[in-house]
């Protein structure tokens, strides 16, 4: 047996359309909108047509991250 730590993979918990928007404070209409324009990845649940969306806690983490700007004054 090796002395190697191993991690362990953290649970990617996956959001609601309406619960995404909750945390970004935004419509859910603005997290479809995202969505459909490549800015937020998302997986579709269900029958096409259907607005059965759910966004990976990894994905919406990344979007945050590479969302965020800086300013200057």
């Known amino acids: 047996m ?8 953290k649970p990617n918990r ?4 309406r619960e995404v928007a ?9 997290v479809y909108e995202m ?3 490549g800015r ?3 997986m579709r649940i269900g029958k096409t047509g259907n607005r059965n969306i759910r ?3 990894s994905d ?7 969302s ?5 004054r």
């Not at 996956?14 to 359309?17: E, I, R, T, V």
């Not at 965020?68 to 200057?72: F, K, V």
């Open 2 to 9: 090796t002395n190697q730590t191993t991690q362990e993979a």
């Open 14 to 17: 996956m959001f609601k359309a």
């Open 22 to 30: 909750e945390l970004l404070n935004v419509s859910a209409h603005s």
């Open 35 to 37: 969505c459909n324009d």
């Open 40 to 42: 937020l990845p998302y």
């Open 55 to 57: 966004i990976a806690q």
């Open 60 to 66: 919406l983490e990344n979007f945050l991250t590479e």
């Open 68 to 72: 965020r700007t800086i300013g200057s």
